[in-house]
């Protein structure tokens, strides 16, 4: 495999030959005490530590020695992709979060509800709270490139115990706090996870069932709540920061100051979608690149200037939520609100509504589920209101979309319809004060974006994977053109490899936010690399002349034929849920087989506590059976009765679909409606509500069965 460029390989002997490159943007940072000014004479030792910090730990970038782009070993170091384009000098996670702290010092950074108050932390006491927890990490025998598992929902504990991890010479493996006792034992050991902190009682036992199967596991850590039982080596989160008191800051900042930022610090599970889960190795300078360069696409802005505000809720574990919460809340001071732990179960809006946060991500379901309970709000007003709602809706829908491509100005009627309706809309939602709105970690309907441009709400896509530390395109208030999911990241490139002759190819990264390789998995990691170093998404896509990349689909979900035909699934499914709004999920069904079939989710109710759906349907697919001359409130009643009106409604919605086909091959034949929706709960959505396409198949392979009898 070639391992670089001419130009790359000689800008890396020469860091190697120097042992340093330039400082110029470290130099620049203003060094003193760095001390919380309102607590001004407190903490004098660390006041002192920091500044020896400060001083020394920013004097040198150095590089570990490196031949090959990519490695395996968890203690394997990378050639860095620096080249003409992208010169930055590399720094860790710690000289990142030490700029930070010397810039923001005195700023908040986290803020926690407890008992209906807002608990807030500096940037000053994050830093030493991390320093804490890696001297405790220490003390409980961490040892260099092993993991310390992080299991459980968002919170100022997690982001400290992440940080304090990756401080104490480890590696910061989150786990998700949907997984299955099995799938966290997967995950442990593959990572040689000495330390796994957990969030509660529910997430502890499942440690507890598989404690003794993970031989390097040395402690447990609860966080949220003091443990239940007294068992060795469980400590409460009091407890485990009392354990390092006594570890010299000297051992601490001699681990600090071996770290390279060509090393591996984060890993990123996949969530297993399409196989085992793979472990995504990530450097500091894959994690502090994008998290300082590559997030300059997002209009971020510098807490010194105007302090962002965002809410934590998505899984950490997840590149999206933990790039967009963490790495990038260091860099540029934001303001972290952390949700609570029952966030997808309703309270988000209200955290929201309380916070006004500036700016706001989520992934596709969260959106379409906000979508929902709007369009739910919005059909129980009066017959006068539901119209000047749905005017000014469609007011602003036009205005956005004439706008779209280029900032030209919105005319009078748009300010008339945003300031007398749409305004106080945003606020119900808690969006008076937010000005980016981020999507991730999937592709969006257009339905969704069109339905929040109808709000005035610009969705902003971030287009990526673990394997490219998150974001590679982004759209954004200087690049936005609809459906695409923007240009290229400023410092990073792309190319689409074996392009057919309606230009449509694998889209490929490059850039120094690619990750280090999947842990012990060489054959995987040759198979998601080229030779010469370019990163494979697996996703099919077209680039116009200006650079917006339209994302069509995947390959491993391209749908092959009996007949050759090869079908992505994607704008097949989008396409029948934007004919009819009452579909909640439509997967496509044809692999090897003669003609196409599709099973159906309908909208419905979830269970407040759990979850998962109900048979209820929601209020506007009742309306919309209404209709129809339907009396149907439950799934169970159009199945159970082949509800006339309602089929017929989904037969002609797939006419349409299919008059759109461009070949007979592309048609949809048959189709049934499944009598429960997707859930993570149930299994077909991963834990960033990804389709399981697998999973699916397997579940409901009787169904599919059916279509194909003769």
């Given at each position: 495999m070639a391992s670089e460029t001419s130009q790359t390989e000689d800008l890396q002997e020469e860091i190697h030959e120097n042992g340093e490159v330039q400082r110029d943007r470290l130099d620049s940072l203003p060094l003193g005490s760095m001390s919380d000014p309102r607590k001004e004479g407190e903490n004098q030792d660390a006041s002192q530590s920091q500044r020896r910090s400060v001083e020394e730990v920013l004097a040198r970038v150095v590089l570990a020695p490196a031949q090959c782009l990519w490695t395996t070993e968890a203690a394997g170091s990378v050639l860095l992709r620096i080249d003409e384009d992208c010169t930055e000098e590399p720094v860790t996670v710690h000289q990142m979060f030490l700029a930070s702290v010397q810039r923001y010092g005195g700023l908040f950074a986290l803020a926690t509800k407890k008992q209906d108050k807002w608990e807030k932390m500096t940037f000053c006491e994050y830093y030493q709270g991390a320093r804490k927890a890696a001297k405790s990490f220490l003390k409980l025998g961490l040892q260099r490139f092993h993991s310390v598992g992080i299991l459980g929902f968002n919170s100022a504990e997690w982001f400290i115990s992440a940080i304090g991890a990756i401080l104490a010479g480890g590696i910061m493996t989150g786990i998700y706090a949907t997984n299955s006792p099995e799938a966290c034992h997967f995950v442990a050991s593959d990572a040689r996870a000495d330390i796994i902190v957990v969030e509660n009682q529910k997430q502890l036992d499942k440690i507890l069932q598989i404690k003794d199967q993970l031989p390097d596991l040395k402690a447990i850590v609860q966080y949220s709540e003091p443990p239940q039982k007294n068992l060795p080596n469980l400590y409460s989160w009091e407890e485990f920061l009392d354990l390092g008191l006594n570890v010299p800051d000297k051992e601490l900042d001699d681990i600090i100051d071996s770290q390279r930022p060509n090393q591996c610090c984060v890993l990123i599970y996949t969530s297993g979608t399409t196989g085992m889960?793979?472990?995504?190795?990530?450097?500091?300078?894959?994690?502090?690149?994008?998290?300082?360069?590559?997030?300059?696409?997002?209009?971020?802005?510098?807490?010194?200037?105007?302090?962002?505000s965002l809410v934590s809720y998505l899984p950490l574990s997840h590149i999206a939520a933990q790039i967009y919460d963490l790495w990038t809340g260091i860099h540029w001071g934001e303001l972290v609100y952390f949700a609570q732990p029952d966030a997808l179960k309703g309270s988000l809006v209200t955290t929201i509504r309380e916070v006004r946060p500036s700016s706001h991500m989520g992934v596709p379901r969260v959106w379409e589920k906000m979508m929902e309970k709007i369009k739910e709000g919005i059909a129980q007003c009066g017959y006068m209101k539901k119209k000047i709602v749905a005017w000014a809706m469609s007011v602003s829908q036009e205005a956005n979309q004439r706008c779209a491509n280029k900032d030209g100005e919105k005319p009078f009627l748009f300010?008339?319809?945003?300031?007398?309706?749409?305004?106080?809309?945003?606020?119900?939602?808690?969006?008076s004060c937010c000005q980016k709105f981020f999507s991730g970690a999937a592709p969006i309907g257009s339905e969704t974006m069109q339905f929040f441009l109808g709000l005035n709400i610009r969705m902003y896509e971030a287009y990526g994977m673990s394997e490219s530390t998150g974001p590679h395109f982004m759209s954004g208030a200087r690049g936005y053109k609809l459906p695409s999911c923007g240009k290229v990241v400023p410092g990073c490139k792309a190319k689409l490899a074996d392009v057919d002759a309606d230009g449509t190819g694998e889209v490929c990264f490059w850039g120094r936010n690619v990750f280090m390789g999947y842990l012990n998995m060489e054959d995987k990691t040759r198979e998601a690399l080229d030779e010469q170093g370019?990163?494979?998404?697996?996703?099919?896509?077209?680039?116009?002349?200006?650079?917006?990349?339209?994302?069509?689909?995947?390959?491993?979900?391209?749908?092959?034929?009996?007949?050759?035909?090869?079908?992505?699934?994607?704008?097949?499914?989008?396409a029948m849920k934007q004919e009819l709004p009452i579909i909640s999920n439509a997967m496509l069904i044809g692999?090897?087989?003669?003609?196409?079939?599709?099973?159906?989710?309908?909208?419905?109710?979830?269970?407040?506590?759990?979850?998962?759906?109900?048979?209820?349907?929601?209020?506007?697919?009742?309306?919309?059976?209404?209709?129809?001359?339907?009396?149907?409130?439950?799934?169970?009643?159009?199945?159970?009765?082949?509800?006339?009106a309602v089929y017929q409604a989904i037969q002609e919605a797939i006419g349409r679909v299919n008059a759109r086909a461009t070949s007979n091959a592309q048609r949809i034949q048959k189709w049934t409606i499944l009598p429960r929706d997707f859930s993570i709960t149930g299994g077909e959505l991963g834990p960033t509500m990804k389709l399981r396409r697998p999973v699916v198949l397997k579940m409901y392979q009787s169904e599919i069965d059916n279509f194909y009898k003769e």
């Open positions: 889960p793979k472990g995504v190795m990530l450097s500091h300078d894959n994690i502090t690149w994008t998290a300082i360069h590559a997030s300059r696409a997002g209009d971020m802005t510098p807490a010194d200037t105007r302090q962002e300010a008339l319809a945003d300031g007398l309706v749409l305004e106080k809309l945003r606020a119900e939602l808690g969006f370019w990163l494979r998404s697996g996703d099919l896509g077209k680039m116009d002349a200006e650079g917006f990349l339209f994302v069509t689909g995947r390959i491993k979900e391209l749908i092959i034929t009996a007949g050759g035909e090869n079908i992505p699934p994607v704008p097949i499914e989008e692999d090897k087989r003669k003609f196409l079939s599709m099973l159906l989710t309908l909208k419905c109710l979830s269970n407040t506590e759990t979850m998962e759906p109900t048979d209820e349907l929601s209020l506007e697919v009742v309306e919309f059976c209404q209709a129809l001359g339907s009396q149907a409130t439950r799934v169970s009643d159009i199945i159970g009765g082949r509800d006339k």
